[in-house]
């Protein structure tokens, strides 16, 4: 169907540039001009072409008019509801994406970092002071207690789902790969042995 189309444009790019002509009496009826003619013709080309497309999806079920309805449907309600933004692969990110993929990276990073002290438990708090009400100082410095690491570990990953969260919505993409696995990681519930 598209070749009709282009052949329209043509015609029409044809008549723009013939424009004199288009104003003098049509040798066919002299009572109206070229242009009305060759308007005339292009209406019910249009319409020919408006009428076959109808009668094509009719024929097969109205799939494409269904098709195209249903997808404009979705998109507009994913957009509406928060569960799909509008992306544009060559625009810059949004204000402020870029600092909240810093952000990602720092708490993603810090929690790897803290998982992994928790599995080597280099101050024996798991043995030693387990509980919050009992935490471990050495010289005169507080180090903490199991229960309060697990604490941090639960709070910082809050943090990133938090971070994550904005950036998406704003229209981010997220470059941290892992970044959703580490928001949902569990802490570790005991050190490892695989690090003594």
């Known amino acids: 169907m598209a070749i009709p189309l282009i052949y329209l444009g043509y015609v029409a790019g044809a008549a723009l540039i013939t424009g004199g002509y288009l104003a003098m009496p049509s040798i066919g009826n002299p009572r109206k001009t070229n242009a009305q003619v060759m308007g005339e013709g292009l209406v019910d080309g249009a319409e020919a ?20 309805e249903n997808a404009e449907q979705t998109a507009e309600t994913e957009l509406e509801s928060g569960t799909q933004v509008e ?28 998982r992994r ?8 708090l798991f ?9 471990l100082i050495v010289d005169g410095v507080r180090i903490g207690s199991w229960e309060g690491h697990v604490d941090q570990f639960r709070q910082k990953q809050t943090a990133l789902r938090n971070r994550v969260a904005r950036a998406r ?16 990681i569990d802490a570790p519930s005991r050190p490892s042995p695989s690090f003594d």
Do not use: H
Not at 127 to 135: D, G, I, M, Q
Not at 169 to 184: E, Y
């Open 49 to 68: 072409i408006g009428e076959g497309l109808e009668a094509t999806g009719e024929a097969i079920g109205g799939v494409f008019s269904s098709s195209a």
């Open 87 to 114: 992306a544009c692969s060559t625009c810059p990110p949004p204000p402020g994406c870029n600092d909240l993929n810093d952000q990602i990276s720092r708490l993603r990073n810090e929690l790897e970092e803290r």
């Open 117 to 124: 002290d928790m599995q080597i438990d280099r101050y024996d």
């Open 127 to 135: 043995n030693r002071a387990f509980s919050r009400s009992n935490p």
């Open 169 to 184: 919505s704003m229209g981010c993409s997220i470059n941290t790969p892992d970044a959703d696995r580490w928001g949902s």
